[in-house]
Each structure stands twice: as C-alpha cells, then as structure tokens.
C-alpha cells in the first residue's frame, strides 16, 4: 500500500456516499470548528487498518490540505483481507488528535496482483446517511496471494 498525497483537504463538501460504518468519524462540535479561519496549515497523518487492526502510520506532514507522504508499506502474514480502511487525522498542537475523515475500500474487487492507483474520497458520516467529502488521498495498491504492498 503506498500512501501517496492528500488534496482538497478542509471544509467537508456534500457527498451522496451512504453505507459507510462510523467508527473514527467526528462528532458535530469537533468538525466545523476546526476549520476555522480558512485555508491553514494542517499538521496530516493516515493509519491503515486491515480488518479493523492498525498495521501502519505515515508520519505527520504540514501543508495546506494537500500533504505528501510518498510512503509505502509492505505486509505480509496477514489473515484473509476483507477490508481496508485509512483513517485520515489532524494532529492539533494543544490536545487530542482528531479524525477527519475515513476511506474504505473492499479489498475482495481488486485484481490480485495488479497496481491499483487514484484518488480515494475521505469521507465523513454516519452509515445510512449522505457522508461528506472533506479530500482525497492518492493511493497505490496492490494485493498478492502472498502479500499486500502499497508502492
């Protein structure tokens, strides 16, 4: 899995996504305000989940909603993927890192053994309702019968 850059990452825009679980999704009061004053710097980092376990984090990047990571992960030993999910947060410099946004992708439509890249919507919402699109990651994928590598 290769977690390559961010774009349009800031105020949510409206999405017709449905059908995303809601785990490391914000709450109201923790979402609008923390893009308050416009187009600032965001200090970005992603956690990569297979079937609900944190197996890697990319450092925190600084930019202004359009971070690059350029960073790639190799794994192996792992039991049968069903899904992948990157968790997209913003480190804040007083208190608690807070989720911005989340990708899911169903590992069981890709190609073994084949690249997949493109830009993934991070989206924010609740399962059963329209989530909201607050950027994109561009990711490369790849799943093999022995292992999982994003280059």
Same mark, same amino acid.
């Given at each position: 899995v290769g977690c390559i850059q961010g774009r349009g990452i800031g105020p949510p825009r409206t999405s017709t996504q449905t059908g995303s679980p809601t785990t490391g999704m914000l709450s109201q009061d923790e979402s609008d305000s923390d893009y308050e004053g416009g187009a600032a710097d965001l200090d970005l980092f992603c956690e990569i989940y297979f079937n609900n376990v944190l197996s890697a984090r990319t450092v925190v990047k600084k930019s202004l909603g359009a971070p690059d990571w350029h960073e790639h992960f190799t794994f192996?030993?792992?039991?049968?993927? =069903? +899904?992948?999910?990157?968790?997209?947060? +913003? =480190?804040?410099?007083v208190g608690k890192p807070v989720v911005l946004g989340t990708i899911y992708i169903a590992l069981a439509n890709f190609r073994r053994g084949e690249y997949v890249e493109g830009w993934f919507p991070v989206l924010r919402g609740a399962s059963g309702s329209a989530s909201l699109q607050v950027g994109q990651i561009r990711l490369r994928i790849k799943v093999d019968e022995y292992a999982l590598s994003f280059s």
């Open positions: 192996g030993d792992l039991p049968a993927l =069903e +899904r992948l999910t990157i968790v997209l947060w +913003r =480190e804040k410099s």
